[in-house]
């Protein structure tokens, strides 16, 4: 008696916890001790490798095509008193654990615990409810014209799961300043870093942490106080600091009627004209305004509005005059209704 309670115990606590070694030993188990029975049955028709694996899958799984049975009143009792019965409960257990475990996964990836394998990624860091959700409608719509199609990672500390889960790719974090944590989003591969935090002192810590671990990266960070702007380009001035604009847009529609809608209409991609940049190549030659501004009108029917340098992170040339001069690496600035892929530059300077 004291045995079996020990042996209960035992099986309890393995079969309890449904690990796939006490899955595998409770098949191999079963496997073993089946063709032992059958053995001793006298059915030896059943007993080659091939023929008694496929028949037991078949019996013990209860398809149970028939074109294999056992022959002998011994054999036929032990297929149904032992056979059937512990087949089906051992293949449910598996074919449980194995949708327990697809289940596990998907719910593991949806709310963001799965480590990525992402490169020359669109990474945004934060969340802001309904902001953010605009914020990756755009960037879904913006991608469709882009060349490379990035994939664009959500990281966030928020208890929520992923807010698009078919169209891209989501991490929860405990903090954005953790390497372990943030190496689940391939911070240090990431391509462009958008960070846009409610609070903007954890704004200013995650642009600080961003510039550490990927210093090539494209970084935008938006800021509510204007005030915090100036010190994170003390330290950080490749960061490009985007401050509300809001009231500035109310005070320009008093003085400007319609100024509002201008800007919301060059800000959204989903219709009307849109403000796009793309960089200079290198092989092209120096370029003059003029020959930038007539020649983007004719040929693509995009009107140029400035340009930036390298040297001058922070700083656009905003309709500069036609003599001044656009270098390659420079940033161009034009507005179309679409954006311009494979421009020839070279055409643009006859």
């Not at 916890?17 to 006298?42: C, D, K, M, P, Q």
């Not at 960037?139 to 500390?157: A, F, G, R, Y």
């Not at 989003?185 to 846009?196: E, G, H, R, V, Y």
Request: net charge negative; with cysteine; glycine share 4%.
């Amino acid at each position: 008696m004291f045995h079996w309670v020990r042996l209960k115990k035992l099986c309890v606590k393995y079969f309890s916890e449904l690990r796939w070694h006490t899955l595998v030993a409770a098949l191999l188990f079963y496997t073993v001790s089946s063709w032992i029975l059958l053995f001793l049955a006298g059915e030896h028709a059943l007993l080659n490798a091939s023929d008694y694996f496929y028949w037991l899958v078949v019996t013990g799984s209860t398809v149970g095509y028939g074109d294999m049975s056992p022959s002998t009143p011994a054999g036929k009792l032990i297929v149904a008193l032992y056979v059937i019965p512990l087949g089906l409960s051992i293949f449910a257990l598996i074919i449980g654990r194995i949708a327990s475990w697809v289940s596990d996964q998907w719910r593991r990836g949806a709310r963001g615990l799965k480590p990525l394998n992402v490169s020359n990624h669109i990474l945004i860091i934060g969340w802001n409810e309904k902001r953010t959700e605009q914020l990756l409608k755009l960037l879904m719509k913006e991608k469709q014209d882009m060349p490379e199609n990035p994939d664009i990672v959500l990281c966030v500390k928020a208890d929520i799961e992923n807010p698009r889960p078919s169209e891209i790719e989501f991490v929860h974090v405990s903090s954005f300043n953790q390497d372990e944590d943030m190496d689940r989003a391939c911070i240090a591969t990431a391509k462009t870093i958008l960070i846009d935090n409610p609070y903007d002192d954890l704004t200013l810590t995650t642009a600080l942490y961003c510039s550490k671990r990927n210093p090539k990266a494209h970084k935008v960070a938006y800021f509510e106080d204007e005030n915090l702007v100036g010190l994170l380009q003390q330290h950080c001035p490749e960061v490009e600091c985007t401050p509300s604009v809001a009231v500035e847009m109310l005070a320009k529609s008093v003085s400007d009627p319609g100024s509002s809608l201008l800007h919301h209409d060059l800000l959204d991609v989903e219709e009307g004209q849109a403000q796009f940049s793309v960089e200079l190549p290198s092989n092209v030659s120096d370029l003059s305004v003029e020959k930038l501004f007539l020649g983007l009108k004719r040929q693509y029917n995009a009107t140029f509005i400035g340009y930036s340098s390298p040297q001058r992170l922070n700083h656009i040339s905003v309709n500069p005059n036609f003599d001044d001069v656009v270098k390659p690496g420079n940033k161009v600035f034009y507005i179309a209704e679409h954006r311009i892929n494979n421009i020839d530059w070279n055409s643009l300077n006859l």
